[in-house]
C-alpha cells in the first residue's frame, strides 16, 4: 500500500501517528473512489473522464505525500503507490500517465536522496495498474482475488528501492518491502473493491436509465428517451443548419391485429424498427412514439435529402416481405414530415404537431406515401 520516500534524518515511529496517517490515507482513497463514480456519471467523454481521474489521483498522491508514515532513520512511507496504481487499473492510460506525472512532479520537487528511486517507483506503479488493467482485468465483476492480483504486481514497484543508498537499501529490503508488499495487496483490496462499487453502481443506474428511456419490444428509445436526446440538439447552436422530424405510422395495424392476432402485429412492429436502424445513419434519433408509430429526427439535413430518406424508409418497409405461418402480410407506413428552417426556433412539441398533421393527410391521401408539412420558420 505504501511507497517509500528517504530524507535522511532520525524519525522516530509513534503508533499513534502511524494510526492517524493510515486513516487518513484511507480517507483520501475513499474520497477518490467517490471521485470516480461522479466524473464516470458525467457525460463528458470517456477521453476526458480519464484525464479528470489523473487529475484527481495525481493530486490525492500529492496529499498522502504530505503526510508519511515515519519509520525511523531517514526512511518514510506512504500510500502514493496504491493511489497511482488505482489509477491506472481503473481510469485508463491518460489517468495512468496524468497521475504518475503529477505524483512524480511532486516527489522530484520535494527531493532527497530517495528523489530518484521514488519518481521511478510512481511510474512503475502506473505502468503496472495499466498492465494489470490492459492484460489481467475482467470484463465482468471485479472480485477480491482480482484486486489482490491486482496489489501484487503493484508491489513490484518495490524494485525501484535498488536506486536508494546502499545503507537504507538493505534496511529497506529486510524490513520495509515486506510491510510495503502486504500494503499494496490489502491497499489494493480495500480501495479496489470501492472502486468496483462505485463501478457496479454505475452500472446500475444506467442499465436503469436505459430500461427507463427504451422501448421493450423494439429496443428503440421511448418518446421520453427521444424528448430528452433531440430537445438537446435543439438546444444547441444550428450553425445555418435545417433539420427534418418524420412520423411513420403503420397502415392498417388494427387490421393485422385483428386478423392475424398481437404477436404478429408485434412482429410488425419490430420488422419496421429494424429498417429504421439498417437504414438510417448514426446522426439520425429514430424512438417508437407509442403504438404503431415511430418519430425520426435528422439533423443538419436539407428537405431533398429528407424526403429521399423518407421515401426510402416506405419502401424498404414496403418491400420487406413480412410473412406469417408461408402467407405475406401487407404492411406499409404512411410518413408526415417537416422540416425546421435554420432560423426556426420552433420546439419539439411543435415539430411533432406539424408531423402529425401532415400524417394525417397522408392517410386520407390513401396511406403509403410521404407528405411534408409546410417549414416551420420561426
Given at each position: 500500500?505504501?511507497?517509500l520516500l528517504y530524507e535522511g534524518g532520525e524519525m522516530p515511529?509513534?503508533?499513534?501517528?502511524?494510526?492517524?496517517?493510515?486513516?487518513?490515507?484511507?480517507?483520501?482513497?475513499?474520497?477518490?473512489?467517490?471521485?470516480?463514480?461522479?466524473?464516470?456519471?458525467?457525460?463528458?467523454?470517456?477521453?476526458?473522464?480519464?484525464?479528470?481521474?489523473?487529475?484527481?489521483?495525481?493530486?490525492?498522491?500529492?496529499?498522502?505525500?504530505?503526510?508519511?508514515?515515519?519509520?525511523?532513520?531517514?526512511?518514510?512511507?506512504?500510500?502514493?503507490?496504491?493511489?497511482?496504481?488505482?489509477?491506472?487499473?481503473?481510469?485508463?492510460?491518460?489517468?495512468?500517465?496524468?497521475?504518475?506525472?503529477?505524483?512524480?512532479?511532486?516527489?522530484?520537487?520535494?527531493?532527497?536522496?530517495?528523489?530518484?528511486?521514488?519518481?521511478?517507483?510512481?511510474?512503475?506503479?502506473?505502468?503496472?495498474?495499466?498492465?494489470?488493467?490492459?492484460?489481467?482485468?475482467?470484463?465482468?465483476?471485479?472480485?477480491?482475488?482480482?484486486?489482490?492480483?491486482?496489489?501484487?504486481?503493484?508491489?513490484?514497484?518495490?524494485?525501484?528501492?535498488?536506486?536508494?543508498?546502499?545503507?537504507?537499501?538493505?534496511?529497506?529490503?529486510?524490513?520495509?518491502?515486506?510491510?510495503?508488499?502486504?500494503?499494496?495487496?490489502?491497499?489494493?483490496?480495500?480501495?479496489?473493491?470501492?472502486?468496483?462499487?462505485?463501478?457496479?453502481?454505475?452500472?446500475?443506474?444506467?442499465?436503469?436509465?436505459?430500461?427507463?428511456?427504451?422501448?421493450?419490444?423494439?429496443?428503440?428509445?421511448?418518446?421520453?428517451?427521444?424528448?430528452?436526446?433531440?430537445?438537446?440538439?435543439?438546444?444547441?447552436?444550428?450553425?445555418?443548419?435545417?433539420?427534418?422530424?418524420?412520423?411513420?405510422?403503420?397502415?392498417?395495424?388494427?387490421?393485422?391485429?385483428?386478423?392475424?392476432?398481437?404477436?404478429?402485429?408485434?412482429?410488425?412492429?419490430?420488422?419496421?424498427?429494424?429498417?429504421?436502424?439498417?437504414?438510417?445513419?448514426?446522426?439520425?434519433?429514430?424512438?417508437?412514439l407509442g403504438g404503431e408509430e415511430f418519430a425520426v429526427f435528422?439533423?443538419?439535413?436539407?428537405?431533398?435529402?429528407?424526403?429521399?430518406?423518407?421515401?426510402?424508409?416506405?419502401?424498404?418497409?414496403?418491400?420487406?416481405?413480412?410473412t406469417h405461418d408461408g402467407v405475406t402480410v401487407p404492411l406499409?407506413?404512411?410518413?408526415?414530415?417537416?422540416?425546421?428552417?435554420?432560423?426556426?426556433?420552433?420546439?419539439?412539441?411543435?415539430?411533432?404537431?406539424?408531423?402529425?398533421?401532415?400524417?394525417?393527410?397522408?392517410?386520407?391521401?390513401?396511406?403509403?406515401?410521404?407528405?411534408?408539412?409546410?417549414?416551420?420558420?420561426?
Open positions: 500500500m505504501w511507497a515511529m509513534n503508533p499513534v501517528t502511524v494510526l492517524t496517517t493510515v486513516m487518513f490515507g484511507a480517507g483520501i482513497m475513499a474520497l477518490l473512489a467517490i471521485s470516480y463514480g461522479v466524473i464516470e456519471r458525467s457525460r463528458i467523454r470517456p477521453f476526458w473522464r480519464s484525464i479528470f481521474h489523473g487529475m484527481f489521483f495525481g493530486a490525492g498522491a500529492i496529499l498522502v505525500m504530505l503526510k508519511p508514515i515515519q519509520l525511523g532513520e531517514g526512511v518514510i512511507i506512504d500510500a502514493r503507490a496504491i493511489i497511482v496504481g488505482i489509477a491506472a487499473a481503473f481510469g485508463g492510460w491518460p489517468a495512468a500517465i496524468l497521475s504518475g506525472i503529477i505524483a512524480g512532479a511532486y516527489r522530484a520537487y520535494h527531493g532527497g536522496t530517495g528523489a530518484p528511486s521514488g519518481v521511478i517507483g510512481i511510474f512503475m506503479a502506473a505502468g503496472l495498474g495499466w498492465y494489470w488493467s490492459w492484460r489481467l482485468k475482467p470484463n465482468g465483476e471485479i472480485n477480491i482475488r482480482d484486486t489482490a492480483t491486482l496489489g501484487a504486481i503493484l508491489a513490484l514497484y518495490t524494485i525501484s528501492a535498488a536506486l536508494l543508498p546502499k545503507e537504507v537499501f538493505f534496511q529497506a529490503v529486510t524490513t520495509v518491502v515486506p510491510v510495503i508488499v502486504a500494503g499494496c495487496i490489502f491497499g489494493a483490496i480495500a480501495m479496489g473493491s470501492l472502486m468496483e462499487r462505485e463501478r457496479r453502481y454505475i452500472y446500475s443506474e444506467r442499465n436503469w436509465r436505459e430500461s427507463a428511456l427504451t422501448d421493450p419490444l423494439t429496443d428503440l428509445p421511448n418518446r421520453r428517451g427521444f424528448f430528452e436526446k433531440v430537445n438537446r440538439a435543439l438546444s444547441a447552436p444550428n450553425h445555418g443548419r435545417t433539420d427534418a422530424l418524420l412520423i411513420l405510422d403503420a397502415d392498417h395495424f388494427k387490421r393485422i391485429n385483428d386478423t392475424h392476432g398481437h404477436p404478429v402485429g408485434d412482429a410488425a412492429l419490430v420488422l419496421i424498427a429494424e429498417k429504421l436502424k439498417l437504414i438510417l445513419d448514426e446522426e439520425a434519433s429514430i424512438c417508437r435528422l439533423p443538419a439535413t436539407s428537405q431533398p435529402a429528407a424526403n429521399q430518406i423518407a421515401e426510402t424508409l416506405r419502401l424498404g418497409i414496403r418491400k420487406a416481405g413480412f406499409s407506413v404512411s410518413i408526415g414530415a417537416v422540416m425546421r428552417s435554420a432560423a426556426s426556433r420552433a420546439p419539439l412539441i411543435s415539430l411533432l404537431r406539424s408531423a402529425d398533421n401532415a400524417l394525417y393527410y397522408a392517410k386520407e391521401g390513401g396511406r403509403n406515401k410521404v407528405v411534408f408539412a409546410e417549414p416551420l420558420e420561426s
